[in-house]
């Protein structure tokens, strides 16, 4: 059973590379840094288990490593997607005022 | 259905809808008309995603997360809010670091809490792979961020030896990793030793990577941490972890071979050449002939008479602040009925796409910003090239100087145009510390100065003869 749910890991994660690499290709170099810092807020949904192990229980070593890892996550998030609007907003994406 | 299985249904639905969000999300990033809704729906995948966690059973405390978001939210606002766009590569690489960190601190916190015993072999390759990727990156991103900013030195720094040393931390790194999964009764300390190379590691990585190799850098470090984020999703069976991570780790992947080959360089080269410190490699070209100096309002007059212009932007553009005044000159351009657009080097600057930010942050619209491989046949037909703080990707020895270390790379031709402007602070040579024949070249004229400066100089000197007419 064990097995079988990593096997299932392992098929996601082939799977989301190839669509990665598929829709990454797409995105002209012209928005290069903002994919790559929409990407980096992307990947900071890591937050969520360090949410998980900041919420667990509390123990002094396991919390406080969880407290940093959930302020580092948030961190990208927030800024993360925030500098990403800032530069799309330049390019003027989305015409909102 | 118990509730509990009702609860845990509904954060896995979260999770899924976030997968889907952050795909379409990244899909309409391929056009700038469509890129900002598409970050909308991200942001709301990820606040699906959060919002899931919190209320799933496996939490039941707040008070320190609530600590964290609060931080992480703070810390976020300021750093986004002020971070001028010049900056913005170390921005990347600090966040490269956070999110390494925080991965590499869940690793640690889950094999501190439970054993490799009690992970079971499968879960230890995951966190193992997991703390090793985001310890070298944490560290080795930090380094990146120190160089582009200026607190450690750009240069390479070298000693004898130096790849041994790397690969031997290596070794005992992968070995530690491989002596926690064959042997998950093994001490604690054998962990902690890994933690400890694996910093070790990143350190010793970036610290011979000079300063122009950074695209490169910062888009594998950028890899390393998406990487490193689905290990966790393996450790802690999160698919979302996986999928968000699979994501980030293609797209990094993407841009360093892009950067690899824009330079014609290998990613091994960019990692172990220490390229920068190599001088002695262009030794054998001794370029002859004369540097035409031009003063700023002749090559203003240049400028105004000429039908087509185009302006290659260079990391020096960055460094002086010039894009806003760049700006003002090709409205100024613009306005005679001179057609005016911008060639952008996929290195130029100091990580991927750095120029063109730069530029629409100016305010450029980004349909005069053109990739290199659309506007190289249009410099036959160009009357002036204006090259600002840019050195190696327009030099013509990458073309025809077998004997250079950047022959193949490849490279804007502007010496095809009628005739070039340099603007440059000296006659230093460009970060590879190759001499530029195209500054020798008959159709070449330099204007020394800093760039914003001289730019300045011909916006004023073009208002002139705009007044004058």
Known sequence: MESQLHVIGVIVFVIAAFVGHHVVHRVPPLLHTPLMSATNAISAISVVAAITIAGSAPEAVKTTLGVIAVAAATCNVVGGFLITDRMLRMFGGGKKK | MTPLDLNTTLVELAYFAAAVSFILGLKLLSNPRTARNGMFLAEFGMLTAIVGTLLSHEVVTYQWILVGLFVGTTAGVFIAWWTPMTAMPQRTALSHAFGACAVALVGVAEYYSHGAVDLGRVKMTAIGFEVMLGGLTFTGSLMAFGKLQGLLPGSPVTYKGQNTANMAILLGLVGCVLFLIISPTAPMGV???????????????????????????????????????????????????????????????????????????????????????????????????????????????????????????????????????????????????????????????????????????????????????????????????????????????????????????????????????????????????????????????????????????????????????
Do not use: W
């Open chain 2, 191 to 469: 962990f902690y030793v890994m933690v400890a190379l694996s910093l070790a590691f990143g350190v010793l990585l970036v610290l011979p990577i000079g300063a122009a190799d950074m695209p490169v850098v910062i888009a594998l470090l950028n890899a390393y941490a998406g990487l490193a984020g689905s290990a966790t999703g393996f450790a802690l069976d999160n698919k979302i972890l996986i999928i968000a991570g699979a994501l980030d780790g293609a797209s990094g992947l993407i841009l360093s071979i892009l950067m690899c080959k824009a330079m014609n360089r290998s990613i091994t080269n960019v990692l172990f050449g220490a390229f920068g410190k190599a001088p002695e490699a262009g030794e054998a070209t001794t370029v002859t002939g004369t540097i035409r100096n031009l003063p700023a309002d002749e090559a203003a007059a240049m400028l105004t008479g000429a039908e087509r212009v185009v302006v290659v932007p260079g990391y020096g553009m960055a460094v002086s602040q010039a894009q806003h005044v760049v700006k003002e000159l090709s409205d100024l351009l613009g306005e005679r009925g001179i057609d005016v657009k911008f060639a952008i080097h996929p290195v130029a600057g100091r990580m991927p796409g750095h120029m063109n930010v730069l530029l629409a942050e100016a305010g450029v619209p980004y349909d005069q910003l053109k990739d290199m491989e659309e506007i190289n046949d249009e410099f036959r037909n160009t009357d002036v090239v204006v090259v600002i703080g840019a050195n190696d990707v327009v030099n013509p020895a990458a073309k025809n100087n077998k004997a250079s270390p950047i022959y193949g790379m490849p490279i804007l031709n502007v010496d095809a145009a009628r005739s070039v402007l340099v603007l440059k602070r000296s006659m230093a040579p460009g970060f590879a510390g190759i001499e530029n024949e195209l500054f020798y070249r008959p159709n070449t004229f330099m204007v020394f100065g800093d760039a914003r400066k001289t730019v300045q100089d011909f916006v004023n000197a073009a208002k002139k003869v705009s007044q004058a007419a």
